[in-house]
């Protein structure tokens, strides 16, 4: 049974940094690209970063270039994303998702875990 299972949210003040961490479960994390998305109130979800299968490619939404890294361990089945200088537009929920590179992008593919919630303010 896949199941994706984020955590490391919180309330933070602007400027400040958060690790969000996204263990997966039921197939091989190496195996797949893997990818962050996030969904402010009354916005659509939209994407954030996305790496290929061993991370040596990454992608980035612009608002996220220079601010978040997106990595992972395949060893512990583990994606993270490090958001860094985090303001107020970035509140959200963050998902992480499974995924493919396709035409020299990431394109999310199917699963998707529940959220963790990301609110930064003073």
Known sequence: QVQLVESGGGLVQ?????????VASGFPLDYYAMGWFRQAPGKEREFVAG??????????ADFAKGRFTISRDNAKN??????????????AVYYCNRGYIADGAY????????????????
């Open 78 to 91: 583990t994606l993270y994303l490090e958001v860094n200088s985090l303001k107020p537009e970035d509140t």
């Open 51 to 60: 790496s290929n299968s061993n991370s040596r490619i990454t992608y980035y």
């Open 14 to 22: 602007p400027g400040g940094s958060l690790r969000l961490s996204c």
């Open 107 to 122: 394109r999310q593919l199917d699963y998707w875990g529940q959220g963790t919630q990301v609110t930064v303010s003073s």
